[in-house]
């Protein structure tokens, strides 16, 4: 059964430091690995998709790479900001179109 | 573009009640819909798969007696929680995948349940 972890569980910086958020999974027969934020209350947003063939994606100050034969991802967020204050999660896509979460990375970002 | 609206975003209600949540797609046809279950500070839990036009497929452990899933449109999938309980006060979020991004997903901005 694929168990998805993701550490820290939270995580406080000043603003302007660029922070690490680390996510791994147990099986690696994935199709693909997804990042997403919420806001407290809210539904999720997509931050970045990696296929399975590809090994990192960026947008803006994020930066999110895979390793599937490791069962490892990370998301890099550089220059963080107050507004990026959410909880990340993390999922990984397997058969049958499913995805399987972390119980993601609670970031407040300091100003 | 791939817009899921979910209502309502919050509903208390009474012990053994029935509360419905609605999930519409509104810019693109969902022919599927996954419904998910959030409990505080843990992963989302998928409940069910909803299919246009057939039954809904349900995770091992919940109840399709209480948790009732309808996918009646190609824009709309509801789920219906039957005879509320306490212990099924959770925040529930609904998902579709995107026609735009391969292997991408949608998400409704969940439904706060409060049974009392």
């Given at each position: 059964?694929?168990?998805?972890?993701?550490?820290?569980?939270?995580?406080?910086?000043?603003?302007?430091?660029?922070?690490?958020?680390?996510?791994?999974?147990?099986?690696?027969?994935?199709?693909?690995?997804?990042?997403?934020?919420?806001?407290?209350?809210?539904g999720?947003?997509?931050?970045?998709?990696?296929?399975?063939?590809?090994?990192?994606?960026?947008?803006?100050?994020?930066?999110?790479?895979?390793?599937?034969?490791?069962?490892?991802?990370?998301?890099?967020?550089?220059?963080?900001?107050?507004?990026?204050?959410?909880?990340?999660?993390?999922?990984?896509?397997?058969?049958?179109?499913?995805?399987?979460?972390?119980?993601?990375?609670?970031?407040?970002?300091?100003? | 573009?791939?817009?899921v609206?979910q209502?309502?975003?919050?509903?208390?209600?009474?012990?053994?009640?029935?509360?419905?949540?609605?999930c519409?797609?509104?810019?693109?046809?969902?022919?599927?819909?996954?419904?998910?279950?959030?409990?505080?500070?843990?992963?989302?839990?998928?409940?069910?798969?909803?299919?246009?036009?057939?039954?809904?497929?349900?995770?091992?452990?919940?109840?399709?007696?209480?948790?009732?899933?309808?996918?009646?449109?190609?824009?709309?999938?509801?789920?219906?929680?039957?005879?509320?309980?306490?212990?099924?006060?959770?925040?529930?979020?609904c998902?579709?995948?995107?026609?735009?991004?391969?292997?991408?997903?949608?998400f409704g901005s969940?439904?706060?349940?409060?049974?009392?």
């Amino acid at each position: 059964k694929q168990e998805v972890t993701q550490i820290p569980a939270a995580l406080s910086v000043p603003e302007g430091e660029n922070l690490v958020l680390n996510c791994s999974f147990t099986d690696s027969a994935i199709y693909n690995l997804q990042w997403f934020r919420q806001d407290p209350g809210k539904g999720l947003t997509s931050l970045l998709l990696i296929q399975s063939s590809q090994r990192e994606q960026t947008s803006g100050r994020l930066n999110a790479s895979l390793d599937k034969s490791s069962g490892r991802s990370t998301l890099y967020i550089a220059a963080s900001q107050p507004g990026d204050s959410a909880t990340y999660l993390c999922a990984v896509m397997e058969y049958g179109n499913k995805l399987v979460f972390g119980a993601g990375t609670i970031l407040r970002v300091k100003s | 573009g791939a817009v899921v609206s979910q209502h309502p975003s919050r509903v208390i209600c009474k012990s053994g009640t029935s509360v419905k949540i609605e999930c519409r797609s509104l810019d693109f046809q969902a022919t599927t819909m996954f419904w998910y279950r959030q409990f505080p500070k843990k992963s989302l839990m998928l409940m069910a798969t909803s299919n246009e036009g057939s039954k809904a497929t349900y995770e091992q452990g919940v109840e399709k007696d209480k948790f009732l899933i309808n996918h009646a449109s190609l824009t709309l999938s509801t789920l219906t929680v039957t005879s509320a309980h306490p212990e099924d006060s959770s925040f529930y979020i609904c998902s579709a995948p995107r026609p735009d991004l391969s292997g991408g997903y949608t998400f409704g901005s969940g439904t706060r349940l409060t049974v009392v």
